[in-house]
């Protein structure tokens, strides 16, 4: 069974398109994350959620809505896709946040 | 500062050991983590190290932590091919213990 698993693994788009992504963990945990890696590499937060409640938030474009319906589901959607979105999306987990992530496979975004 | 810097390249020969470095800049971090991203896959997190320690080691890996210099490396014995990957250390801070990642470091083994 996957622990963390991201739908879909591959997603191109047209520019100005709405688009979302789903994140799904069957390990408990209590805390779920979205980060963007970008060509080079580099990775970083975009929102933290605890519980269902949003605990970080950082500087994203509006364009992005998270979503948690429950705990174990944390779903990212982008209004008016930009050709700067794409980027590879991770989605993570973790119960106390010191004992490290678990990580999805991420989805690979494309804006053409 | 959040930037945690690690070198973009390292290239080893199969069965040398490898040393990827990382800095990092919160001195209030309290945990210091490695992870491995193989190519098309997400992090796989290989190891942490409490920030009052200043080695530890596990199987063929060893990490040292070097506080005064914020310094953070991650020492694999008898690399592998299989070891060829992208290596990310983090680190933990701020009230609400977010994990900032480095820029990481590819490394790359030869057969």
């Known amino acids: 069974d996957t622990a963390v698993s991201q739908t879909p693994k591959y997603l191109v788009t047209q520019m100005g398109n709405d688009k979302s992504i789903k994140c799904e963990q069957n390990l408990g945990h209590d805390t779920m994350y979205w980060y963007k890696q970008d060509s080079k590499k580099f990775l970083k937060i975009m929102f933290s959620y605890n519980n269902k409640e949003l605990i970080i938030n950082e500087t994203v474009p509006n364009r992005f809505s998270p979503k948690s319906p429950d705990k174990a589901h944390l779903n990212l959607h982008i209004n008016s896709l930009e050709l700067g979105d794409s980027a590879v999306y991770f989605c993570a987990s973790s119960q106390d946040s010191w004992e490290g992530y678990t990580f999805g496979s991420g989805t690979r975004l494309t804006v053409v | 500062g959040e930037d945690v810097e690690q070198s973009l390249f390292l290239s080893v020969r199969e069965g040398d050991s490898s040393v990827i470095n990382c800095t990092y800049t919160d001195s209030s971090s309290t945990y210091l983590y490695w992870y491995k991203q193989e190519p098309g896959a997400g992090l796989q997190l290989l190891t942490y190290i409490f920030s009052n320690m200043d080695m530890k080691q596990d199987q063929r890996l060893t990490v040292l932590l070097n506080k005064k210099d914020k310094h953070l490396s991650l020492r694999i014995a008898d690399t592998q091919t299989g070891d060829s990957a992208i290596y990310f250390c983090?680190?933990?801070?701020?009230?609400?213990?977010?994990?900032?990642f480095g820029t990481g470091t590819k490394l790359q083994v030869i057969p």
């Open positions: 983090a680190e933990i801070s701020g009230g609400y213990q977010k994990v900032t």
